[in-house]
T-cell receptor, first 112, second 113 residues
């Protein structure tokens, strides 16, 4: 089975802190994704990557950056956390288009 | 652009009731369509998919048929159980576009004994 793991299930950070969310997949998938999930808004794509060192902006990239140095790992970085970044963050991977994506369990981030 | 519209919730049903969650889409090209389920405290799991018109996806008693003429992919189950309580997301993947999915806003289903 495909496994996508995220470094933390729950995280509490202060405004202005730099935050790293890590995601690892074990199935050699080319594509990896970061979403945030908010009530009433569904899932919104922040960034995705289709290869090592490649990244593409999604719908809401402002305030975020990403890093993909190895194929299995995709990191989301909040350079200076703000309270409006309090959310559930979901990582996903897929072997390619148009196949389905596989999701991690999510990280619930609270910024105070 | 590509988008998905699904019925708003929440939906509350009694055990063994019939379930329909509506989903319609807008896309260029010929998308693949998916239903994902999110149980409390977990990430999303693929429930079923259909990759071309008239395909029927099915899993765990759930079904959805890809209807190109009505641009719809409604989720149905004949007899729901308490364990089906979750949030359900409709999504599309457009093969002519980027490798990402477009999600609906989700429908929360609660099944009561």
């Amino acid at each position: 089975d495909v496994k996508v793991t995220q470094s933390s299930r729950y995280l509490v950070k202060r405004t202005g802190e730099k935050v790293f969310l890590e995601c690892v997949q074990d199935m050699d998938h080319e594509n990896m994704f970061w979403y945030r999930q908010d009530p009433g808004l569904g899932l919104r794509l922040i960034y995705f990557s289709y290869d090592v060192k490649m990244k593409e902006k999604g719908d809401i990239p402002e305030g975020y950056s990403v890093s993909r140095e190895k194929k299995e790992r995709f990191s989301l970085i909040l350079e200076s956390a703000s309270t409006n970044q309090t959310s559930m963050y979901l990582c996903a991977s897929s072997p390619g288009q148009p196949l389905e994506q596989y999701f991690g369990p999510g990280t619930r981030l609270t910024v105070t | 652009g590509d988008s998905v519209t699904q019925m708003e919730g929440p939906v509350t049903l009694s055990e063994e009731a019939f379930l329909t969650i509506n989903c319609t889409y807008t896309a260029t090209g010929y998308p693949s369509l998916f239903w994902y389920v999110q149980y409390p405290g977990e990430g999303l799991q693929l429930l079923l998919k259909a990759t071309k018109a008239d395909d029927k996806g099915s899993n765990k008693g759930f079904e959805a048929t890809y209807r190109k003429e009505t641009t719809s992919f409604h989720l149905e189950k004949g007899s729901v159980q308490v364990s089906d309580s979750a949030v359900y997301f409709c999504a599309l993947s457009d093969p002519t576009g980027a490798n990402n999915l477009f999600f609906g806003t989700g429908t929360r289903l609660t099944v009561i004994p």
